[in-house]
């Protein structure tokens, strides 16, 4: 699929990943540690900028300080290879055991203003009533902001935001699993260690590729610096490419998206009911599958089989027929009957064809390319004008590019999208690390990650391990169910009871 191919990877020639040293203790509290005059781009990035706000929650007021700066890497060497923005909000009378969560994106080649401002940040970005104007979006509070509960660090990998390397040709020395995951362990481990939160319960939050990413960053960080996480939220994430990138070719990749498109039939419909779901999850992972495992039906059987399938999902019986069952990205255009497109961030969003002439899908997403782009702008604009952080360095959102070059197979070469698997990465922190508990969330009507993927690993992990440690959550709408203010507030109710679940994550009084 064009789109996900764009936003969640493509593999390039292997690269070597720079040697990331461990973390230094400094006095606190220290946002950063200047090492001298910084070289190349870096030298437009300002000092860390410090201010005070504060939120109402539920009726209660969160005074708090929000730090926009940097944290340095450097090689073995003592050179600087690069630097890493990031945002901390850290609630003034919280205390030193209170919940720390580092959050970032995906892409590859995603900032972190997406869960920033659509999710956890103290502004949220307004995208007006119809919750798709993004000419028209406006900062707001955010009555759900995780300050509530835990305090806040949002990492931009390098890459992205205003995270560079001082070297432009060495940029691309971070676009792979092992070196990016080393990178966020070691900026998240500097970061710990100026500000003195050793004491703190650390979690991660990673959105799609983000989710994939904090599976490798919680390990790394266990290994290389001594940091145990209590836990991770995984939002919308990648866990085993091999079956999400099969759906076109084998039954079990088929199977395990067509809930999801069922899901965005009854939703465009406004027919959205939990049974009828759960009956098409039968039926996915039932007829459906063991029939595609076999060989092809045919006469009175196949017309009731893709029938079916037709009727699930509200694509042409004709276009189910052609494709044998498989259905891959055939929704875009066959949907709704002609005229529009469907997004594969929420299969149930349409958007008018620039392209109705094409039999396939030539334009750009209607949600990751359409308003949800808005949120960089909005957060350079906030970055600047009120949190202080002055700079001429363009703010990147979202790098195509990144993911295009990004290379699946470690820093070792080679790979692919398809090796892509955090299952053994959880399976490894829930057996060594009896602390940690993990809250994977999904939007029933995403195809870019489809939800059953995400169950079906859960399902498959050890009772021993997984048994009261592993939770599944679904929301209405897709990738970024997080725009739409009810699934964004149900979520958050939900993140907070995962927090309020480990005896030390109370919210600040």
């Given at each position: 699929m064009?789109?996900?191919t764009?936003?969640?990877?493509t593999?390039?020639?292997?690269?070597l990943?720079?040697?990331l040293?461990?973390?230094?203790e400094s006095?606190?509290p220290r946002?950063?540690?200047?090492?001298?005059?910084?070289?190349?781009?870096?030298k437009?990035?300002?000092?860390?900028?410090?201010?005070?706000?504060?939120?109402?929650?539920?009726?209660?007021?969160?005074?708090?300080?929000?730090?926009?700066g940097?944290?340095?890497?450097?090689?073995?060497?003592?050179v600087?290879t690069?630097?890493?923005?990031?945002?901390?909000?850290?609630a003034?009378?919280?205390?030193?055991?209170?919940?720390?969560?580092?959050?970032?994106?995906?892409?590859?080649g995603?900032a972190?203003?997406?869960?920033?401002?659509?999710?956890?940040?103290?502004?949220?970005?307004?995208?007006?009533?119809?919750?798709?104007?993004?000419?028209?979006a406006?900062?707001?509070?955010?009555?759900?902001?995780w300050?509530?509960?835990?305090?806040?660090?949002?990492?931009d990998?390098?890459?992205t935001?205003?995270?560079?390397?001082?070297?432009?040709?060495?940029?691309?020395s971070?676009?792979n699993?092992?070196?990016?995951?080393q990178?966020?362990?070691?900026?998240?481990a500097?970061?710990?260690?100026?500000?003195?939160?050793?004491?703190?319960?650390?979690?991660?939050?990673?959105?799609?590729?983000?989710?994939?990413?904090?599976?490798?960053?919680?390990?790394?960080?266990?290994?290389?610096?001594?940091?145990?996480?209590?836990g991770?939220?995984?939002?919308?994430?990648?866990?085993?490419?091999?079956?999400?990138?099969?759906?076109?070719?084998?039954?079990?990749?088929?199977?395990?998206?067509?809930p999801?498109?069922?899901a965005?039939?009854?939703?465009?419909?406004?027919?959205?009911?939990?049974?009828?779901?759960?009956?098409?999850?039968?039926?996915?992972?039932?007829d459906?599958?063991t029939?595609?495992?076999g060989?092809?039906p045919?006469?009175?059987?196949?017309a009731a089989?893709?029938?079916?399938?037709?009727?699930?999902?509200?694509?042409?019986?004709?276009?189910?027929?052609?494709n044998?069952?498989?259905?891959?990205?055939?929704?875009?255009?066959?949907?709704?009957?002609?005229?529009?497109?469907?997004?594969?961030?929420?299969?149930s969003?349409?958007?008018?064809?620039?392209?109705?002439?094409?039999?396939?899908?030539r334009?750009d997403?209607?949600?990751?390319?359409?308003?949800?782009?808005?949120y960089?702008?909005?957060?350079?604009?906030?970055?600047?004008?009120?949190l202080?952080?002055k700079t001429?360095?363009?703010?990147?959102?979202?790098?195509?590019d990144?993911?295009?070059r990004?290379?699946?197979?470690g820093?070792?070469g080679?790979g692919?999208?398809?090796?892509?698997?955090?299952?053994?990465?959880?399976?490894?922190?829930l057996?060594?690390?009896?602390?940690?508990?993990?809250?994977i969330?999904?939007?029933?009507?995403?195809?870019?990650?489809?939800?059953s993927?995400?169950?079906?690993v859960?399902d498959?992990l050890?009772p021993?391990?997984?048994?009261?440690?592993?939770?599944?959550?679904?929301?209405r709408?897709?990738?970024?169910?997080?725009?739409?203010a009810?699934?964004?507030?149900?979520?958050?109710?939900?993140?907070?009871?995962?927090?309020?679940s480990?005896?030390?994550?109370?919210?600040?009084?």
């Open positions: 064009r789109i996900r764009l936003f969640l990877f593999a390039l020639a292997a690269m990943a720079p040697a040293s461990h973390a230094q006095d606190p946002a950063n540690v200047q090492s001298g005059a910084r070289d190349g781009v870096l437009l990035l300002p000092a860390d900028s410090v201010t005070e706000h504060a939120l109402t929650i539920g009726g209660r007021k969160i005074a708090y300080t929000a730090t926009a940097t944290l340095d890497l450097f090689g073995q060497d003592g600087q690069g630097a890493v923005f990031y945002t901390a909000y850290v003034r009378d919280g205390g030193p055991n209170r919940p720390l969560t580092f959050a970032f994106n995906g892409g590859p995603a972190s203003a997406f869960l920033h401002l659509g999710l956890v940040g103290p502004k949220v970005l307004d995208f007006g009533p119809d919750g798709r104007d993004g000419a028209n406006k900062l707001v509070d955010n009555p759900q902001s300050l509530d509960f835990t305090d806040l660090v949002l990492i990998p390098i890459g935001g205003w995270s560079r390397t001082a070297k432009a040709d060495d940029a691309s971070y676009y699993v092992s070196a990016d995951a990178s966020i362990a070691k900026a998240i500097l970061y710990v260690a100026h500000n003195n939160r050793s004491n703190s319960p650390k979690y991660l939050l990673g959105e799609s590729y983000g989710g994939f990413r904090a599976a490798k960053v919680a390990s790394v960080l266990q290994e290389s610096q001594g940091i145990i996480v209590a991770a939220v995984m939002l919308s994430p990648l866990l085993e490419g091999q079956l999400m990138f099969n759906a076109d070719q084998f039954a079990l990749g088929a199977a395990l998206e067509l999801s498109l069922a965005a039939e009854l939703d465009r419909h406004k027919a959205f009911d939990e049974e009828k779901q759960k009956e098409a999850e039968t039926f996915a992972l039932g459906y599958l029939t595609l495992a060989p092809p045919t006469g009175a059987d196949a089989f893709y029938g079916r399938i037709a009727r699930l999902t509200g694509i042409p019986e004709d276009i189910v027929t052609r044998r069952g498989f259905l891959g990205s055939s929704f875009v255009k066959h949907s709704d009957g002609g005229g529009e497109v469907m997004s594969a961030y929420d299969a969003f349409a958007a008018p064809d620039p392209y109705p002439e094409s039999d396939y899908d334009g997403d209607a949600i990751l390319d359409g308003f949800t782009r808005a960089g702008g909005a957060f350079a604009d906030y970055a600047r004008n009120e202080g952080f001429e360095m363009t703010y990147s959102l979202l790098d195509g990144i993911s295009r990004w290379e699946w197979g820093g070792r080679g692919s999208r398809f090796q892509a698997s955090a299952t053994d990465d959880i399976r490894q922190l057996a060594s690390n009896s602390a940690f508990h993990l809250l969330a999904h939007g029933y009507s995403d195809l870019v990650t489809p939800y993927v995400s169950r079906y859960v498959h050890p021993s391990l997984a048994d009261g440690r592993v939770g599944l959550k679904l929301y709408g897709g990738h970024m169910f997080y725009t739409k009810d699934q964004r507030a149900a979520f958050t109710a939900d993140a907070k009871a995962f927090y309020a480990h005896p030390a994550a109370q919210p600040a009084e």
